[in-house]
Structure formats: structure tokens, C-alpha cells
């Protein structure tokens, strides 16, 4: 590893052409990849949320079909920024090496980084708006505060997106991701106050929830799905913004060890 | 002024040493090949000339822009055919060239009145619609030497472009290259095949661990290092014969294997003798540019 590695993402514009071939590429696909942003989490959302919300009684003020939409947004959107980086992402960098094509253009490693942050961020859009239209429609929030969450969502896939980036960057092979998912994500989704609160957990395990971000994607989502503001909105949105800005900048770093030494 | 000038590249991966000293400057309009054998340093002297890795010492400047510095800009125009195709199979034949395009900032209406053109000279005229899983592998090293031109190049990089095509495809290759270097592009070629080099580059250098160890014209070459006349023997008794007569005869023999190959200015002794030897086989030849390569390089396997 050397010093230049270390230098700050340079980024040009030269990254749009990037975004748009990635979006070419979903629009072929595009039909499958709706169906699955919505049906899968869907599927989660109303069986757990009806199901298993039959037996419970009110969850966090809500009934937990209401409460556990909120985390569905979240996960939603985590899940489908990550699945992209990793997977997709890893495709395109080492085994189509479209990556070493883009390059031979008048275009960096941080032009293509930057586009594919971007462009896994902007998938995770997709799914995170599919499951909003899907609540909206079935009245389970009906505050016009929850508008706000569109622009939340995009702060969540950057930052998952982003820290997802940094782990593909190590990738060797697609099996590789599986500790990612068995350590960060499925963790992640126990904790971070998806399917239930973060006071039902111990203590340490709170304060251990309380710097993960998908514990402030919630503790911002949830709120403004109930037509409440959030209670510390600065902190949620500078410590997402934190995960996006470091996780990019460690991807670019592990990325240039991997294609420029 | 030479269009890449390339001044004593050092350059390491840890503690091995990649490249050691490389020079050499290529003149418009001409195609320079560099040979070696596998590890002697040519794909990383590729990508340091396109500034995809930084040389730990040395001065390079492509389209008499500085290199890595401003890599960037000269690699506007500049083509690049890479080892292994790495075209988009989600794409057809003409998104392929559409979205490249768009990379050099050319807009698609540009690309797109481009696309008959170079669909036509890679021999792909009508296939513009057709998926990648569709072509074979010569038309998509084809596709993928039509992909270097969208930007209308001044120099392209030619990373073994040949590897792996068969007779029909090569020869197909090999008179695009010259109609580009008819049109005044300058190529430049990394090859494992001698007859591709001789027949297409004007300059060339062989390089082995690191370092040029030859440079010249494909002729210039071979009168310089290498015995003009070549005589292969194989058969049973070639070593006895060899020891016994072709030390003497010849200029030099190397013997490896089954064969002798017998290198000398005026072969007539040895092939007088061979006519004597009902049980040895042989095969007389002009030296070519292989030679100069084995006996430059050797003849050990390189892996």
C-alpha cells in the first residue's frame, strides 16, 4: 500500500456515462427486478406484520403491521444497496471486467467507483420507494411526514451501499460476501430496531445497536411514518452521512491497492 | 517528435522487480511490437504507457502528454484491444459500441452515424442487434477491435490481439491492423506469434526480465544476431550425428530435445552429409525472428 492511495476520491463528471450503463443494463431487466423489490420484502412485511401481529399487542404506541413497516423500509433498502454492491458490483469489477474497459477510457478508479456508489444507492431507491407506495396504498401511514422519508432513503443506501463497496473491494470470490452477511447484515437486522424496538435488548447490546447505522435509518424512518418528527434527526443524518463518506473513501483506498499496485 | 516516448521505466511489486530500465519511443504511423517471453515485463509497460499504475522511476509521455500525470487527456485518443475481451454481455453488438462511446464523451448521435462504419470494417455489417452470447470468438476480438476505434484513435494498444483466433481470423486481424496503419494510426502490438510481428510491425523490441535486450526491424534483426541459414534435424542417431558432424560443420547447434538446430552462413557441408543419413530427417530454412527470440531468450519454458 502506498501514500497515494491515500489521496482524497478525485471525482469529474466522467462518472455519468458509468450510472447510465448501469441503468441500460436494469432497464433490460427491469421487469423481474421491479417485481422482486417488491414482492420479496412485501411478502415479510405482510406476513410477519399480520401474522405474527395477530398474537402481539401494540408494538412502540402501533399496531406491529404499522411498526414493522417502518424497519421494512430500512432493511428493504439496505438489503438492495448491498445485494448490489457486493454481487453486481463484483461482477462488473473482476469477473465481466468491465471495470479494466471503463478505464482504458479517459476515466479513473474513482470516476468508476464513484459511479457504481451511485448506482447501487440509486437501486436501493427503487426498492425502498416500492415498499413506501406499498404502506401508502394500504393506508398504514397516512402523514404527509412521511414524504420526508424519500429523502432518507437515499442517505441509507449511500451509507450501506458505500460500506458494502469496501468489503467487495477484498473480494477474492462471490462465496467471500457470506461473512459479510452472517457478520454485518443479518446482525444488523436483529438489532437496529427492525422487528422490534431496540429497548427490548440488553443493555450493552443497545449501546452496541446505538453506532450501527441501520439503528439511525430506523430511529429517523420510523418516526415520520407515524406523522412524528424524529428525536435527534441532526445525529441520525450525520452518522449515515459518516458510514457513507468513510465507507466510500476506505473502498476507494482498498480499490486502488487492488488495481493500481 | 515520437507519439509514446518511454525513458527508463523502473518498476517493482515488492520485492520483485518487474521492470528494470525499459526505454524505447515509437514514431507516428508505425506499428512497434514488443516480444518477450511470459513475466518478461510487457503488460505492465502497457499500463504504465496508459497510466494505470504509476513507474517507481522513469519518464513516459503518450501523444507527447505526461504520463501518469496527465493520462486522462492522452488517453482521449487512444485505442485499446486488451488481452482478454471484455465486452459488455449484457449489451448487443451496437449498445456495446453506443455506451463505449459515451465513456470519451461522444454523444450518441456521433456514435451511432459511426456505427455502420466500424460494424463494417470489423466485418460485423448486420449484426448490430446481436447479443454478445451470440458471436464467436473471432468476431468478438473483432467487435472488441471496432470498440478501440469509437474514439477515432491516434495510437491503439494491441495486447496479443491474435491469441487463441483461428488462420481465417488472424489473417482477418492482421489486415485491419495494416489498413489502420495505412490511415497513419500507430499500433502498438504485444505478441507471442514471430510471424505476426515479422509481417506487421516496422520497429520492434524483445524484452526479457525486465529490460529491452534487442531492438530493431524484424530484418534488421535477424542479420544481426542470428546465422542467416537454419537446418532442423530430427530422427534416430541426431545426437551422435551432431556431436560427430554438424559441431564442426555448423556455425552453432543447439540440440534440444529430438532436434538439432543447425545454424550456419553456408549450410552446403552439412546438408551434403545429411543426404548420407537415410535414418535423419531435416528441414532447411532462412532464420527467422523466432530464432533471434529463443536464442536471445532461451529455450527454457517461462511460467
Redesign the interface.
Known amino acids: 500500500m502506498k501514500s ?1 492511495h491515500f489521496a482524497l476520491p478525485a471525482l469529474s463528471p ?1 462518472f455519468i ?2 450510472w ?2 448501469n441503468l ?2 436494469w432497464r ?1 431487466l427491469a421487469i423481474p427486478s421491479i417485481l422482486g423489490n417488491f414482492a420479496d420484502p412485501l411478502i415479510y412485511m405482510l406476513g410477519l406484520g399480520y401474522g405474527l401481529g395477530a398474537l402481539l399487542p401494540e408494538v412502540g404506541g402501533v399496531p406491529y403491521i404499522s411498526f414493522l413497516a417502518a424497519g421494512t423500509v430500512c432493511f428493504s433498502t439496505m438489503n438492495s444497496a448491498t445485494f448490489e454492491a457486493l454481487y453486481s458490483g463484483f461482477s462488473r469489477m473482476h469477473v ?3 471495470w ?9 478508479l474513482d470516476d468508476v467507483a464513484f459511479a457504481e456508489l451511485l448506482w447501487a444507492a440509486s437501486k436501493s431507491f427503487l426498492s425502498g420507494l416500492a415498499i413506501l407506495i406499498v404502506i401508502w396504498v394500504l393506508g398504514l401511514s397516512s402523514s404527509f411526514l412521511s414524504l420526508w422519508i424519500l429523502a432518507v432513503v437515499p442517505l441509507i443506501g449511500l451509507a450501506f451501499a458505500a460500506l458494502a463497496m469496501a468489503f467487495m473491494a477484498l473480494a477474492r470470490s462471490y462465496d467471500f460476501f457470506m461473512y459479510y452477511f452472517t457478520l454485518v447484515v443479518t446482525p444488523m437486522a436483529m438489532l437496529c430496531g427492525v422487528f422490534f424496538p431496540i429497548s427490548q435488548l440488553p443493555g450493552p447490546l443497545q449501546s452496541f445497536a446505538s453506532v450501527l447505522p441501520l439503528t439511525h435509518a430506523t430511529a429517523l424512518v420510523r418516526p415520520l411514518m407515524m406523522g412524528e418528527i424524529p428525536a435527534a434527526p441532526v445525529i441520525n443524518v450525520l452518522v449515515l452521512l459518516a458510514y457513507a463518506l468513510a465507507g466510500f473513501y476506505a473502498a476507494v483506498i482498498l480499490f486502488r491497492r487492488r ?3 | 517528435m515520437a507519439i509514446l516516448a518511454v525513458e527508463g521505466l523502473h518498476k517493482s511489486y515488492g520485492a520483485l522487480q518487474v521492470l528494470r530500465g525499459v526505454s524505447f519511443a515509437i514514431e507516428r504511423g508505425e506499428c512497434y511490437g514488443l516480444l518477450g517471453p511470459n513475466g518478461a515485463g510487457k503488460t505492465t509497460t502497457l499500463r504504465l504507457c496508459l497510466g494505470h499504475s504509476e513507474p517507481d522511476a522513469g519518464k513516459l509521455q503518450l501523444r507527447g502528454l505526461p504520463v501518469p500525470a496527465m493520462a486522462r487527456e492522452a488517453r482521449v485518443r487512444v485505442g485499446v484491444v486488451p488481452q482478454m475481451d471484455n465486452l459488455d454481455p449484457d449489451f448487443t453488438v451496437e449498445e456495446n459500441l453506443r455506451v463505449y462511446g459515451r465513456y470519451f464523451g461522444l454523444q450518441d448521435s456521433v456514435v451511432r452515424a459511426r456505427i455502420p462504419q466500424l460494424l463494417d470494417f470489423a466485418g460485423l455489417a448486420g449484426r448490430a442487434g446481436a447479443s454478445i452470447q451470440e458471436l464467436s470468438g473471432g468476431m468478438k476480438r473483432r467487435l472488441t477491435l471496432a470498440r478501440s476505434l469509437v474514439n477515432d484513435p491516434e495510437v491503439i494498444f494491441m495486447d496479443e490481439p491474435t491469441t487463441g483466433l483461428d488462420p481465417q481470423a488472424r489473417h482477418l486481424i492482421w489486415e485491419r491492423m495494416r489498413t489502420l496503419l495505412g490511415e497513419g494510426r500507430t499500433i502498438l502490438l504485444t505478441t507471442h506469434f514471430m510471424e505476426e510481428a515479422e509481417r506487421l510491425c516496422s520497429r520492434l523490441a524483445i524484452m526479457d526480465t525486465g529490460r529491452v535486450i534487442a531492438e530493431g526491424s524484424p530484418r534488421q534483426l535477424v542479420a544481426q544476431h542470428i546465422e542467416p541459414q537454419v537446418v532442423e534435424v530430427y530422427g534416430d542417431g541426431v545426437e551422435h550425428w551432431t556431436r560427430a558432424q554438424a559441431s564442426h560443420l555448423a556455425d552453432r547447434v543447439e540440440l534440444t530435445g529430438e532436434t538439432a538446430f543447425c545454424y550456419a552462413s553456408n549450410p552446403a557441408p552439412l546438408l551434403a552429409t545429411l543426404e548420407a543419413q537415410a535414418a535423419l530427417r531435416y528441414l532447411h530454412r532462412h532464420a527467422n525472428l523466432e530464432d533471434v527470440f529463443l536464442k536471445l531468450t532461451g529455450r527454457d519454458l517461462r511460467e
Open positions: 497515494g466522467r456515462p458509468v447510465r450503463r441500460l443494463v433490460k465481466q471486467r468491465t479494466e474497459a471503463i478505464m482504458n477510457a479517459p476515466l479513473t488495481f493500481l499496485d
